[in-house]
């Protein structure tokens, strides 16, 4: 189950903050041993309305999708496992914008992310994985316009003070939102293992990244491997 919900209504933040590190501590004492993944629907999982956004890009077998929030605990706990695993596998590694209302630095996170995506994707995305790492020191807008204008002037630039004057950024942030609600999402971390030509599911949702990531990902590979072709009878010689 996500760890961070979409409340139907703003929850003070540190208290929406708090269940979540509740949350992420019970989930850590945990121990029941899981058995080896199947490449099939899990029993629970996010009631899927459009699953348009389910599917690799151009040219991959399989995917990584996930629709994350910057001051998600439990997204800050998944993203180090999801960041090795897209490298290990050289898969794809979609990441969408899912705001959690009641967060209070999020929303500015994400454009400000996005500003960083125009200069290079790879800066963007080193953006949000030290966000993630440096979650807990960061508690306030103020606190985050202080990091990110670290995070730039660390690689050579100089962050405007208008970061999205038109408003362009924050649209785009706001598309992926409404994307993930018209996905079925409703909380973060949200993430799903998608395929192309599989023989089984287009998207498994991963509910455990932690106990299951690795495997649902070995099922997917297994499962969208090409048959080989057979090979071409030879001619007797002397034909």
């Excluded at 209302?101 to 200069?119: C, E, Q, T, V, Y």
């Excluded at 992926?176 to 023989?199: E, H, Q």
């Excluded at 090409?226 to 034909?239: C, D, F, L």
Aim: charged fraction near 20%; glycine fraction near 6%; include cysteine.
């Amino acid at each position: 189950m996500p760890l961070c919900h979409r409340p139907a209504r703003a929850i003070p933040a540190r208290i929406l903050r708090a269940a979540c590190f509740l949350a992420l501590a019970a989930l850590g004492l945990a121990t029941a041993a899981t058995a080896r993944a199947q490449f099939a629907p899990p029993s629970q999982g996010t009631q899927i309305l459009d699953s348009s956004a389910l599917h690799p890009p151009a040219g991959a077998r399989v995917a990584i999708v996930e629709f994350e929030d910057q001051q998600c605990p439990a997204c800050a706990f998944n993203n180090p496992l999801i960041k090795s695993a897209a490298a290990k596998y050289k898969i794809p590694w979609i990441r969408h914008d899912f705001l959690i209302p009641g967060h209070n630095w999020s929303r500015f996170a994400a454009i400000d992310a996005r500003w960083f995506d125009l200069k290079s994707k790879a800066i963007g995305d080193e953006y949000r994985d030290q966000l993630f790492l440096n979650q807990s020191s960061i508690y306030n807008p103020s606190s985050l316009t202080q990091f990110t204008g670290k995070f730039a002037q660390s690689h050579g630039l100089v962050l405007p003070f208008a970061v999205d004057p038109q408003g362009k950024l924050a649209a785009q942030v706001e598309a992926d939102v409404a994307l993930g609600l018209r996905t079925g999402i409703k909380g973060t971390p949200a993430v799903f293992i998608v395929t192309a030509n599989s023989k089984g599911p287009q998207f498994i949702e991963v509910r455990d990244p932690q106990l299951q990531l690795y495997n649902v990902i070995d099922e997917a590979l297994a499962d969208t491997t090409p048959a080989p072709k057979p090979a071409k009878a030879k001619k007797p010689a002397g034909q």
